[in-house]
């Protein structure tokens, strides 16, 4: 796994507060890690802070799945 | 009207994170004062507080853990912790868990704060300015406005009747108490989760008290000595924080269930001073007509009533202006009635005080005690005539109790609460 897909998803078990083998690349933060409107708003905030980026907010709104956030910050980190 | 009574109590105060370890401190005469140690209050005139102390859970002390998953807590300012925490006690308390859908809906929350999630606004403030728009968090709004207690604890439990918060200051606690035993004597809701919950022991709000001359400043080196009401050498309140949350129900559907009952609301009364944001009015007639207004509803003599809970700040004007009211409510009944201010041992909870102190009042019918005014060495000239229980506390045969709160902005709010014996 590369390091910005294990600090991706350690962000996410923390901030979501989800067992670590339940956050698979696929998984969507809303429809099965429990998310609502407001965490992913936090989430992204905790990616751009951990990986010294910023997200657009047309950006944000298509990271919908763990894969979407390691793809988006490997592309522009 | 119909009949409320009370089936449910919870509490996170300075003293325990529970009611029963509170109730056995206070009554032991301990105090929950020392140094501040939730910001450096080294540069502040007024160095100590009340504070929740925080451990992990045993002996008294307050774990988040055991009342919010630690995602939610990062969500939400302090008082909204213990605000889960007390109603969640209290709710445990009255075996209200799991009301079903149909229960839900006739079941309604009230719990209020007096100043809500400042800590986080003020942090929020900083961000804002040292790190931009970006880094303010989504939950900030949600995690600091005061009625999200009672909105945490609608969700939690499926309570989807009335969903409401008080916010009168240092009232708020009796008021929401008061206001919710309205909603359910008026059929609004047969069962209410009322209180208030406070956690305001940070800069800006120890600041803002302090300028306002409101604080105590002459005894940083023996913080429990600080809170002293009626005490000729009292000079200002000491803040506390933590939360207070009754179960109020409705008697009959109380008794169909075979809810254990503590005591009854009888009588709840309030009034506006009309005179100044901070100041009481010197006559003490907003305190007088909310004591007379609740006695006037609970149809009782004021020789009836046997312990009064004092709003009893320390502060030099309140204190005695409190009295004066309450000598001129009872008459030649003062000399019978117990009159205590359970602030010497807690500090001032602002927005819980009259949530925990009308608590306390209830405590004292059930154990037939009347916690003491610690630190009463020497009374003002004024204050003679009731008995204030100085330093300890006394064993009394209670059946009516008292419970008085006034806020800034001149709001008064009183309780009266009852012994229930089945009738």
Known sequence: ?77 | MRRVVVTGMGMVSPLASSLDETWTRLINGESGAGRITKFDAETFPCKIGCEVTLGDGTNGTFNPDDWMLPKDQRRVDDFIVYGMAAATQAIEDAGWTDPGEEEGLRTGVMIGSGIGGLQWIADTAVTLKERGLRRVSPHFIAGSIINLVSGNVSIKYGFRGPNHAVVTACATGTHAIGDAARLVALDDADVMIAGGAEGTICAVATAGFAQARALSTKYNDTPEKASRPWDKDRDGFVMGEGSGVVVLEELEHAKARGAKIYAEIIGYGMSGDGYHVTAPAPDGNGGYRAMEAAVKRAGISTADIDYINAHGTSTPLGDEIEFGAVKRLLGDAAGSVAMSSTKSAIGHLLGAAGAVEGIFAIKSITDNIVPPTLNLDNPSDSCFGINLVPHTAQEKDVKIALSNSFGFGGTNATIIVKEYNGD
């Open chain 1, 1 to 77: 796994m590369s390091d910005i897909a294990e600090k991706v998803k350690k962000i996410v078990v923390e901030h979501l507060g989800v067992d670590e083998d339940k956050v698979t690349e696929t998984a969507s933060f809303i429809d099965d890690l429990g998310a609502d409107s407001l965490d992913t708003v936090e989430l992204v905030m905790a990616f751009e802070e951990e990986f010294g980026i910023e997200i657009p907010d047309d950006a944000a709104e298509k990271i919908q799945t763990v894969k979407d956030a390691i793809d988006f910050i490997s592309a522009n980190s």
